[in-house]
């Protein structure tokens, strides 16, 4: 499946040309995509963990914070995806934003640092085309954004989907802000 990632991470960079964006994020990548994603120039990607199947689930942490993402949701056919958010390291979670819709879809208090905030919808928002050297039109690409607050740490991230020839989306990366 790495033709899904063709294109996908220039699309992606420009649409992280924010301040967000010279961030350096840690990712759990799909294993055929990890050369791609890190090769890139414009956003700063480390895959710290892989995965081959889009039916098991995935997760990244990072001090404070740990995002998970279950096997049904790393394959989309509509337009948004669910996320589930941990605080870590006796730290709460204190509210989670969908980037894209600019939107609040939590807030509160949650400290159980044993079990996930199951959250939804994050948005998908179409990257702009990208095309080969010969000009011919790359996959689509679809990135869901949030921004989730600790009571240590604020963080933003994002996941990357491509669309294949099924008119499914493929979840390519799931990266949290590296803080």
Not at 6 to 25: D, E
Not at 111 to 138: H, I, M, R, V
Request: aromatic share 12%; proline share 2%; hydrophobic share 30%.
């Amino acid at each position: 499946m790495r033709y899904l990632l063709i294109g996908a991470v220039a699309a992606f960079a420009a649409a992280m040309a924010t301040p967000a964006a010279a961030a350096k994020y840690k990712c759990n990548c799909y294993k055929g995509a990890v050369e791609d994603l890190e090769a890139s120039e414009d956003v700063n990607i480390n895959c710290v963990d892989t995965y081959t199947s889009f039916d098991n689930s995935s997760s990244v942490q990072e001090s404070h914070l740990k995002i998970y993402v279950d096997g049904s949701n790393k394959k989309q056919g509509d337009n948004d995806t669910r996320i589930r958010f941990r605080p870590r390291d006796n730290k709460c979670l204190l509210a989670v934003y969908d980037g894209n819709a600019e939107a609040l879809r939590w807030t509160g208090v949650y400290c159980n640092n044993d079990s996930y905030k199951d959250l939804s919808p994050f948005n998908f928002k179409k990257q702009p085309a990208s095309y080969t050297d010969e000009g011919e039109k790359k996959a689509d690409t679809y990135t869901a954004t949030y921004k989730a607050e600790t009571d240590g740490k604020h963080y933003k991230g994002f996941l990357m989907f491509t669309k294949a020839a099924d008119d499914k989306k493929y979840m390519q990366a799931m990266c949290i802000e590296d803080r």
